[in-house]
């Protein structure tokens, strides 16, 4: 008996079927206990791996998302929002825009939960076994400049043409230079209707020319973004601006 425990454990080792190799001693006894058929032991043996390989996917995922995973829908307040808008985070949790490839444009002020949101969308495309990258618009400016200079642009535009989905926060937030801002729409030329892009931005589509420099890269890139794309307007009062009022209220 126990020289059958290690040769299976060991087949299960080389096979890559940890999920079957940490459950099948216990899924033997429950297989007794019920006195199961030797096909039904072996489903749920087999569901057993298949839920474990499962969560082992996720989880990579989540690691190579680079999402914060405190920004999630348990921690967002979704009644702050207009009810209209609402109505569109709702819709778009199911994630059928990736299969569409239509990008998510966030607009508002700061604090208005731009970055929140799509975050937990984000969290919402891994769950559903899809590529998302989390990434700021200046640190993925620099990655990209960096990969420009050592002529290797189109190695990490194939690399980031992998994810589903790309995440890319504080758009314009930091003033960057013409150059850089070259590089980014090389990105976003890219994946035009090949993959979605995600972005929150402070600034209105009125004032992008003073992220691209260009009137006409600028409006090509308008153009790329807006083809395929749905808008969320949060034009609502900062979340910490409330907070920091209900705190002051409190010690009063």
């Known amino acids: 008996m126990i020289k059958h425990k290690k040769e299976l454990e060991s087949c299960l080792k080389n096979l890559c079927l940890s999920g079957m190799r940490l459950y099948y001693e216990e899924l033997a006894r429950t297989a007794e206990e019920q006195t199961l058929r030797y096909e039904e032991y072996l489903l ?3 569901l057993k791996e298949c839920e474990v390989r499962h969560n082992k996917r996720i989880a990579r995922l989540l690691r190579d998302s680079k999402l914060p995973l405190e920004k999630n829908f348990d921690t967002f307040e979704l ?5 209209k808008l609402q109505h569109q985070v709702k819709a778009l949790r199911d994630g059928s825009f990736v299969d569409r490839r239509e990008n998510i444009l966030a607009f508002g002020n700061p604090g208005s939960g731009k970055t929140h949101l799509l975050c937990a969308l984000g969290l919402d495309l891994v769950h559903q076994n899809r590529r998302v990258l989390y990434t700021t618009s200046s640190l ?3 990655e990209l400049l960096i990969a420009k200079r050592d002529l290797e642009l189109p ?5 980031l043409a992998r994810f589903d989905v790309v995440i890319i926060d504080d758009f314009g937030y930091v003033q960057q230079t013409r150059e850089e801002m ?3 729409f090389t990105l976003m030329n890219y994946r035009y209707e090949q993959g979605s892009i995600m972005i929150t931005s402070n600034l209105p589509f009125s004032k992008w020319e003073s992220i691209f420099k260009d009137p006409m890269t600028t409006a090509a890139a308008i153009d790329r973004l807006v083809h395929h794309s749905i808008i969320l307007e949060m034009n609502i009062p900062s979340y910490r601006m409330e907070a920091a009022k209900q705190g002051k209220k409190g010690k009063a």
């Open 79 to 83: 009644k702050r929002l207009p009810l």
């Open 44 to 46: 749920e043996l087999v």
């Open 182 to 184: 070259e590089v980014l």
């Open 140 to 142: 993925l400016v620099q």
């Open 155 to 159: 190695k990490i535009l194939k690399k």
